[in-house]
Nanobody
Framework: QVQLVESGGGLVQAGGSLRLSCAAS????????MGWYRRAPGKQRELVAL???????DYADSVKGRFTISRDVTKSTVYLQMNSLKPEDTAVYYC?????WGQGTQVTVSS
């Protein structure tokens, strides 16, 4: 059974940084795509970044150059480093693989 647990959210001022973590169990990183999504208030959930089994990455245009997705296979953990945060980055951030979602972690960016 696949399980995902996010952590690292919080309140930060605009221009600040946060690093989110997604601890995974029951999944082979080398064979699966891991993604970070977010849902802002009043909006639909959207893809933020993903990393393939081979380590290739892709990003939403809105976060390119500011966010970096990475993984530590030895720790079965995927990270999302978020720099130069903006108030519009405020959302609940979710980790996803296959059909499994994590519980989400709140990120709030104050202006």
């Amino acid at each position: 059974q696949v399980q995902l647990v996010e952590s690292g959210g919080g309140l930060v001022q605009a221009g600040g940084s946060l690093r989110l973590s997604c601890a995974a169990s029951g999944i082979d990183f080398s064979s699966n795509v891991m993604g970070w999504y977010r849902r802002a208030p009043g909006k639909q959930r959207e893809l933020v970044a993903l990393i393939t089994g081979g380590g290739n990455t892709d990003y939403a245009d809105s976060v390119k150059g500011r966010f970096t997705i990475s993984r530590d296979v030895t720790k079965s953990t995927v990270y999302l480093q978020m720099n130069s945060l903006k108030p519009e980055d405020t959302a609940v951030y979710y980790c996803k693989t296959q059909t499994t979602w994590g519980q989400g972690t709140q990120v709030t960016v104050s202006s």
